[in-house]
């Protein structure tokens, strides 16, 4: 069996939560709530996984609100 790697925020670990689900633009993206007491964002691909980013925000909002930022990119970067 394998054991959580505790160098990475682990969702099993306590402290860890999920803050908001969201679509935007058509892509559901995570806000959680880590262990390290801050917050990061995952979009959900369409094949079901989940591309993770490393950056921290200090709220829920700022996470939220750079997730947006970062799906516009994405998609002004693929329609560009």
Request: charge should be negative; proline fraction near 4%; include cysteine.
């Amino acid at each position: 069996m394998m054991q959580p790697n505790h160098e990475v925020n682990n969702p099993f670990e306590p402290g860890f939560r999920l803050e908001e689900v969201l679509i935007y633009c058509g892509v559901m993206t995570l806000v959680f709530y880590t262990n390290s007491k801050c917050y990061q964002f995952g979009v959900v691909a369409e094949d079901g996984s989940v591309e993770r980013r490393e950056e921290i925000y200090y709220t829920a909002g700022g996470a939220r609100e750079a997730a947006k930022n970062w799906i516009a990119l994405k998609n002004f970067e693929n329609n560009g």
